[in-house]
């Protein structure tokens, strides 16, 4: 049986992926176990609530094969498959600036690795910023408790680097030094808007 | 069997919803039967490729309730149900700037009915507003073949005053008057950046 909070999400019983996260001076109990994704709705939702911006993950995109169409209920659909996005997840409009990234986590210490992006997101990021968009990723080192904001700009050097058969990852030391430390908080809990507000 | 074109796309033979839907003295056969969807589609891939902007239609929220593991195979959705998207369908960057929008057809003569939006689309189109987004209804009078851009700001004069009692539609004679007409065009279909650079 699912057992379920008061809000309707299900109950998981914390595992070494999903428990807590924070160290144990850490006090809010309330938030441990959230994804880095689960961080970044709540914190949308924050800042749509408080009138500061408006930026949405967008749906997974998904490949329909087959639904049934049962008299009196719902459209189901029977058989699709998952498909892959041609952008970034996320993107949306923060005083009249268009914002578009992706948000990736890591359990690695010491770098990023570079096949936590695909191609087209890369290619995606790049349109946009030839657009005047900004782009770039948010980058959470699970272990270390540390997330960052890291230019897209930055990060198309070091993938171009790996196809020309340079490393594979990006070093934490250099996240660190070019990225924008974004402490994490508790409302929003991922307040990277400040750290947004240093690119303008 | 399905018979495909040379794209991959699957062939439907024409009905009454998806047959010509231009006058016989229109001589573009080869667009004939575009949904409004598939001609904004392949317009906003014209305006990737050629660098003008990166627009993309959001991929239709799903509600996943099952899905099969097969041992060496992609992941089976079983159970599923189309969900109620909290934001437009299209939204992207222009010259810098934010562009969100949502586009609708219909087959009435002289009104565009109200019911083809959602309070959620139109709240989601105040907020980008306030966030200095352009925000626009792209509306299709496919009996008619008129395609206008109608900015959020006067769809949301009527939206309000159908909400106090009053009607239910807007009339085409006002969408006509104070929207962009978009002509029609091949390439790309819809050429509605033109109509976007009278609002910049």
Redesign the interface.
């Known amino acids: 049986m699912t057992i379920r909070y008061p809000n309707g999400n299900a109950y998981q019983a914390p595992t070494a992926k999903t428990g807590p996260k924070f160290p144990s001076t850490y006090t809010n109990y309330g938030k441990r176990g959230m994804t880095l994704e689960e961080e970044l709705n709540e914190s949308n939702t924050y800042y749509?609530t408080n009138?500061v911006?408006?930026v949405?993950k967008?749906?997974?995109?998904?490949r329909?094969v087959k639904v049934d169409y049962p008299k009196r209920s719902?459209?189901?659909?029977?058989?699709?498959?998952?498909s892959t996005?041609?952008?970034t997840d996320y993107?949306?409009?923060?005083?009249?600036?268009?914002l578009?990234f992706d948000a990736k986590e890591t359990r690695n210490k010491g770098s990023f690795p570079l096949k936590n992006f695909h191609q087209h997101q890369i290619d995606?990021m790049r349109?946009?910023t030839?657009?005047?968009?900004i782009c770039f990723a948010i980058i959470k080192f699970v272990e270390r408790q540390e997330v960052f904001l890291y230019r897209a700009t930055d990060l198309f050097t070091f993938w171009d680097e790996q196809t020309r058969g340079g490393r594979k990852s990006i070093p934490y030391s250099e996240i660190a030094a070019h990225g924008i430390n974004i402490p994490v908080g508790l409302q929003p809990p991922i307040p990277y808007l400040k750290a947004v507000d240093q690119l303008l």
């Open positions: 749509e009138g911006a408006v949405h967008k749906p997974t995109p998904i329909i719902a459209a189901v659909i029977k058989e699709a498959y998952f996005a041609s952008t993107n949306g409009v923060y005083q009249g600036h268009y578009d995606h349109a946009c030839a657009q005047g968009g």
